[in-house]
DNA sequence: CTTATTGCAAAAGGTTTGCAACCGA
DNA sequence: TCGGTTGCAAACCTTTTGCAATAAG
């Protein structure tokens, strides 16, 4: 039977309450402020858990360590291939907006064969275009 | 300045003539056998060195380790999740026909923003299919 | 009282790196 | 000969696992 976990309570009201996709680690060091106990393998226990339930979604960047999306609606993703960052594909949003229903779309056609669609662009960020590969 | 070299060589020669994308450990099993002194570092430097040169592209699957993928041209993938195998969309294709000429044209559309577009799908593959979690 | 969940530390898995030997130009 | 490339082993980073202690029901 499943019990109530501080933990796991912290880790989904902050992975369902932004917008970006924290690393364990960069979620580690959050929740340790609110909670200085905490331990890594109870982040990545959490994490799987909330991976199997559909809560929360894995995503495997190029660069770096995974990243985990509290978000459950399809979106496009934009990842910096220097940094390894993730973000909603906001900056691109408008000339893209249909693809997000596209992306739905084929969801919906595809159901019970495909249990997921993904769409990403990758680029360097703004932040490491700032920077000759520092 | 850059050098010949039969591992290399070997290296380019499987992964552009295959239309699956096999992990580097699958890669090294396989050339192996035309050359049983290759090393496994050899296999992991000259796989970042055809990423970089943009000959290879790294797939990161949900599951197991990465794979590497010798085909240029923008195409979907279908990924399992159960194993992590990775396969070129072809039995989607007759449905999604259209979606990659859409992926060809967002990357011209964006060309110098962003390097690639993905588009992937998530599901569980016949084989594993086929197994109930064995 | 029972058992899911935790924190810690050790182990595992995959990839990268240092270095001396080797080989292509 | 010179410098890029290799193979090996050790190092590295991220994630998982075993286990005794803790806390939810």
């Known amino acids: 039977m499943k019990k109530y976990s501080k933990q796991r309570e912290l880790m989904i009201q902050n992975l369902t309450s932004r917008a970006d996709h924290p690393t364990a680690e960069e979620l580690y060091a959050e929740l340790k402020e609110q909670m200085p106990e905490i331990g890594m393998a109870t982040i990545y226990r959490n994490l799987n858990d909330l991976c199997e339930e559909g809560l929360v979604h894995k995503l495997k960047a190029k660069v770096g360590p995974d990243r985990f999306d509290g978000i459950a609606e ?6 910096c291939v220097v940094c390894g960052k993730i973000e909603n594909a906001m900056p691109y949003h408008n000339e893209f907006e249909s693809l997000e229903d596209e992306m739905k779309l084929i969801e919906k056609k595809v159901k019970g064969k495909i249990e997921k669609v993904n769409l990403s662009f990758e ?11 520092e």
């Open 123 to 133: 680029g360097t960020c703004n932040q490491c275009k700032g920077k000759k590969k």
């Open 74 to 79: 399809p979106h496009i993703h934009f990842e």
